[in-house]
């Protein structure tokens, strides 16, 4: 934020130097799959122990802390990421798997420039391959904030809008590309604290040839932002939507799929 007054605010996310920030994350989907065939198709489906419909569950949870130091004399500051345990449980057809991510208790080290992009220097892990540390910086070093705000200064009641590509994927085909089309309106602003409701609506990435297919869906969250510290402290979502699949001329597949996401920071 670089400045605001009581009846409007510019908003800008960022990390400051000498911080602690503590993040926990949780990300959940419940996905039902109904097929639409002939009782021939449907009759296989049976034989083979298939229960219609399908159900999937899926829950990943990550801890990061993210530590920082002094601000050096080129206006940069060193930083630590730390990555807690990372775990994920899926269910399907009610039978359930356990893993725990190779990211867990990974070690990154780096700074912050004068642009406030983190630099990595070094990766710490034993269970990271070298193909996931090539990704990893550039995921980090291009990563965007979660919520890229308007340059321009924000009051109680504007909206602004941001597009998030998603893919999901899909068991013996192709992933689909989803666009989640995002509002965000400035509800509230109290104690030190900016409060937003959040608006989503999911249609198909029209970039992209995906012949036969169908999805839609509309969702809701809020978010909070901390004035003083320039981040964004809680932040939670819940998307329902649905897709449907021409997988031949004998054959649908409709899903029903409800995604939920919830991030808190704490900042010391």
């Known amino acids: 934020m670089n400045s605001y007054t009581q009846e409007?605010?510019?908003?800008?996310?960022?990390f400051k130097p000498n911080k602690k920030y503590l993040t926990q994350l949780k990300s959940t989907s419940y996905a039902e799959i109904q097929f639409i065939a002939d009782q021939e198709i449907l009759d296989r489906f049976k034989s083979q122990g298939i229960e219609l419909p399908m159900i999937t569950e899926s829950e990943t949870n990550l801890a990061t802390d993210i530590i920082t130091q002094n601000l050096d004399e080129n206006g940069e500051f060193p930083a630590t990421m730390e990555y807690g345990k990372m775990t994920s449980k899926t269910t399907i057809a009610g039978k359930s798997t356990s893993e725990e991510k190779p990211y867990s208790g990974m070690k990154i080290i780096g700074k912050y420039d004068v642009d406030n992009k983190f630099k990595i220097d070094t990766i710490i892990s034993s269970t990271v391959t070298q193909q996931m540390r090539t990704m990893l910086r550039s995921t980090l070093e291009s990563v965007q904030p979660t919520i890229n705000f308007p340059e321009k200064p924000m009051k109680v009641g504007d909206k602004f809008n941001k597009e998030i590509p998603m893919s999901i994927p899909m068991e013996g085909m192709s992933p689909i590309s989803v666009i989640i089309n995002m509002e965000y309106l400035l509800k509230e602003i109290k104690d030190?604290?900016?409060?937003?409701?959040?608006?989503?609506?999911?249609?198909?990435?029209?970039?992209?040839?995906?012949?036969?297919?169908?999805?839609n869906g509309t969702g809701s969250g809020t978010s909070e932002f901390d004035i003083k510290e320039n981040h964004i402290t809680k932040?939670?979502?819940?998307?329902?939507?649905?897709?449907?699949?021409?997988v031949n001329e004998k054959m649908t597949m409709k899903m029903k799929m409800t995604t939920t996401s919830e991030q808190i920071v704490v900042i010391e």
């Open 192 to 215: 030190g604290k900016a409060f937003f409701d959040i608006k989503q609506n999911v249609g198909l990435d029209m970039s992209q040839e995906q012949f036969n297919v169908e999805a």
């Open 8 to 14: 409007s605010v510019v908003f800008e996310t960022k």
């Open 235 to 246: 932040y939670n979502s819940e998307l329902p939507m649905n897709v449907t699949i021409k």
